[in-house]
């Protein structure tokens, strides 16, 4: 499944959450749908603005990825497991959002997907950008990381829906 078809996934299962059910916080640590959503957004918002600064390079990186960038790319996704980004990393993400307002902000990162179809082909694959923890990736890899991350949060999603 592409960024964009699971994206548009997610933007469709919208429509199955109260706005009650979309803000419900099960426990102190665990996310909202809404919280989970706010944060596939935003990430995949950083990742493709990543792939744009790599547009923007004049200079080949020679580096590549770290041992764990490598393996992600390779397996094409993050392990099957919760994965804690550190306290100063982990703030809690926005659990304001409406249904309609989540759907809108979906609709916008869609819209960047399909431009990034469009030239995703001419850019240079040695124009990098460093990721903290994967190294540096290239702008097909960053795109492609909107999707892999995306998918992560289906195993969360699920989870979430059986508290509501």
Known sequence: MSGKELLSAFRN????????QLTHIQEKG????GQMYDHI???AHEYLDNAEACTSLSEEQPLGKTRIGEQLIKHGGF????????????????????NEVLAK???EVIERLEQWE???????P?????HGGFGWLNAMEWVELVEMHSRHHLRQ???LERYI
């Open 105 to 107: 902000r979906i609709d």
């Open 79 to 98: 392990p099957p497991v919760k994965i804690r980004l550190p306290d100063e990393m982990n703030a809690p993400p926005n659990n304001t959002d409406s």
């Open 126 to 130: 040695n124009y990098k950008v460093e």
């Open 41 to 43: 957004i935003l990430v």
């Open 30 to 33: 665990v996310w909202s749908i």
């Open 157 to 159: 999603q699920k989870e």
């Open 13 to 20: 299962d919208l429509s199955n959450y109260s706005p009650e």
């Open 118 to 124: 469009v030239i995703i082909d001419s850019v240079n």
